[in-house]
């Protein structure tokens, strides 16, 4: 049974192509789309699996989309578990402009779950024996969902020994957190409109994602700050890493399922903090390398790594 599972409640077939120059009403001719599976959970399940991690994903998927999704990752050979749904899953599309190297992602809202499809998918994991070590809970939840059901599945796994990662948004956010999780990933701009803060300097995400960790509604706070690297909070410390300088030409989709999922995975081998969110950053710079939802290839990862500098730590504040 896999040590490492991760859950994409709304899973996408994600195009990305290319065009000169986006403008309005005009037809906009592009370049030849690529597909890949995406969403959250299945992006950190792929880099997981190039990491050589026993891992499994779960997804709940539908109609054509959802069938071409399990055909894409059954062709990158990663374990997956997809549960049937009567809706038919998204399609998310990203166009980079090549005359900038600005990117445009129209993100969809994704089918409407019945209660019994989301009911499933919570029973089935909290039942399941043995227990993954990690159950990575990753992306937005799809419509019909309960902004808490994070929380209840964090609940639900509690008592099983599971550590549950978090990385979502908005109310389901602040739900899972209340409910207290393993790990949790926001970007700055979700921290400030959890916290209600405007988090200007460093010292300010230093301190707002050390109170997270001793409020106890996380045991790990990796707070990504895009181009200014990322923070990382323990019991044991606080650090911050620079970003390593790799142009975005090809876009930033998925960099923070690279992130997370090299994040975990360092961890769960037994990596000190520090450690792991060096590694955590190097995925992230590997995932700019390559167009679209194509994410980070564990050779670019290990290599970038060693570019990483030591994480700086934190003076805590009393």
Not at 23 to 43: D, E, M, S, Y
Not at 206 to 228: H, P
Request: with cysteine.
């Amino acid at each position: 049974m896999p040590a490492l599972i991760t859950l994409t409640l709304n899973p996408a077939l994600d195009l990305a192509t290319t065009t000169d120059h986006v403008a309005p009403t005009h037809k906009l001719r592009c370049g030849p789309v690529q597909r890949f599976a995406g969403g959250g959970g299945i992006n950190v399940a792929r880099v997981l699996h190039r990491l050589g991690a026993d891992v499994c994903a779960w997804a709940l998927a539908g109609g054509a989309a959802g069938t071409q999704v399990r055909q894409l990752l059954a062709a990158e050979g990663v374990p997956t578990l997809l549960q049937p749904i009567s809706g038919d899953t998204r399609e998310n599309f990203s166009v980079v402009e090549t005359t900038t190297s600005q990117e445009f992602r129209f993100v969809l809202p994704g089918p409407t779950l019945q209660p019994a499809e989301w009911q499933a998918c919570l029973d089935a994991l909290a039942t399941h024996t043995p227990p993954p070590r990690w159950l990575i809970a990753s992306g937005s939840l799809p419509p019909g969902t309960p902004d808490d059901f994070y929380a209840q599945l964090t609940r639900a796994v509690s008592g099983l020994g599971v550590r549950v990662a978090v990385d979502t948004s908005g109310p389901p956010l602040g739900a899972a957190l209340q409910a207290g999780v393993a790990l949790v990933k926001p970007s700055l701009r979700e921290l400030r409109d959890l916290l209600q803060q405007p988090l200007e300097q460093a010292a300010d995400w230093c301190t707002a994602a050390q109170s997270l960790v001793r409020s106890g509604t996380a045991e790990i706070v990796a707070l990504s700050v895009g181009e200014q690297g990322a923070v990382l909070a323990t019991r044991e410390g606080v650090w911050q890493a620079p970003a390593l300088n790799v142009p975005a030409t090809s876009g930033t989709t998925g960099a923070g399922d690279c992130f997370l999922a090299t994040l975990v995975w360092a961890l769960d081998r037994g990596d000190a903090p520090a450690e792991a969110l060096r590694w955590g950053v190097a995925a992230g710079a590997a995932a700019l390398l390559h167009p679209g939802t194509t994410l980070a290839q564990a050779d670019d990862v290990r290599r970038l790594v060693r570019s990483v500098p030591a994480p700086m730590a934190f003076t805590p504040q009393p």
